[in-house]
T-cell receptor, first 112, second 108 residues
Framework: DSGVTQTPKHLITATGQRVTLRCSPR?????VYWYQQSLDQGLQFLIQ???????AKGNILERFSAQQFPDLHSELNLSSLELGDSALYFC???????????FGPGTRLTVT | EDQVTQSPEALRLQEGESSSLNCSYT??????LFWYRQDPGKGPEFLFT???AGEEKEKERLKATLTKKESFLHITAPKPEDSATYLC?????????FGQGTRLTINP
C-alpha cells in the first residue's frame, strides 16, 4: 500500500459527459501528479501540483483540468468525454519535485 | 524530449532462471532513473532510484544498475510472484518519462 488513495476505482460513463476523479496524497507529500495509462500510449504525464499551485503540465487536453485543495487532495476533471479517453488514470505523490513518486491504485474510466 | 526504451517487450522465464531487463535512455543531464513494478490493473509500485553511473541498488531478488546510457534490472532465481510488468522512467523537469515496460512471466 503506497499511502496514496484514489476514488472511484471504476467509472463508466457516456460520451459527452463530465467526471471528477479524486486523489489523496501520502501524508506529508506536497506534490501531486496525474498520469494517464492506455494500452497504446503507456503511462503519460498530465499535470503536477505542488502545495496548491500548478507546477508542470504535460500533454493534457484542454477538456481536462485539475486542482489541488488546501488539504492537499487533488481532483482531475474530465469533460466532453470521448471514447478515446477510456484509460486508467493514476495519481502519484512525492515530497517534492525530484524525488520518487508513489502511485495510487488508479481509476479505470470507461467511456461508452 | 527525453526518450526511454525498454527491451525486451516481453520475457518468459522458468522459475529459478536468472535474466536481465534493459532500459536505455537519452536525456540531457540525468536527474534520476526510476524502476517500478506494475501488476495488471494496479498502480506502479516504486522499486529503485538511481542517480549516477556505477550506482547499484538491491532488493530481494532484484538488482538495478546504471551506466551513462542504460540501466539494467537483474533478476536472480525468480519466482512466479515476480511476474509483472517492470517500468523504467527518467526524470525530466518535474515529471517522469516512462518506457513502455517489459512484461515478465515466470513459469513454475
Amino acid at each position: 500500500d503506497s499511502g496514496v488513495t484514489q476514488t472511484p476505482k471504476h467509472l463508466i460513463t457516456a460520451t459527452g459527459q463530465r467526471v471528477t476523479l479524486r486523489c489523496s496524497p501520502r501524508s506529508g507529500d506536497l506534490s501531486v501528479y496525474w498520469y494517464q495509462q492506455s494500452l497504446d500510449q503507456g503511462l503519460q504525464f498530465l499535470i503536477q501540483y505542488y502545495n496548491g499551485e500548478e507546477r508542470a503540465k504535460g500533454n493534457i487536453l484542454e477538456r481536462f483540468s485539475a486542482q489541488q485543495f488546501p488539504d492537499l487532495h487533488s481532483e482531475l476533471n474530465l469533460s466532453s468525454l470521448e471514447l478515446g479517453d477510456s484509460a486508467l488514470y493514476f495519481c502519484a505523490s512525492s515530497a517534492g519535485g525530484g524525488t520518487e513518486q508513489y502511485f495510487g491504485p488508479g481509476t479505470r474510466l470507461t467511456v461508452t | 524530449e527525453d526518450q526511454v526504451t525498454q527491451s525486451p517487450e516481453a520475457l518468459r522465464l522458468q522459475e529459478g532462471e536468472s535474466s536481465s531487463l534493459n532500459c536505455s535512455y537519452t536525456v540531457s543531464g540525468l536527474r534520476g532513473l526510476f524502476w517500478y513494478r506494475q501488476d495488471p490493473g494496479k498502480g506502479p509500485e516504486f522499486l529503485f532510484t538511481l542517480y549516477s553511473a556505477g550506482e547499484e541498488k538491491e532488493k530481494e531478488r532484484l538488482k538495478a544498475t546504471l551506466t551513462k546510457k542504460e540501466s539494467f534490472l537483474h533478476i536472480t532465481a525468480p519466482k512466479p510472484e515476480d511476474s509483472a510488468t517492470y517500468l523504467c522512467a527518467v526524470q525530466e523537469d518535474q515529471k517522469l518519462v516512462f518506457g513502455q515496460g517489459t512484461r515478465l512471466t515466470i513459469n513454475p
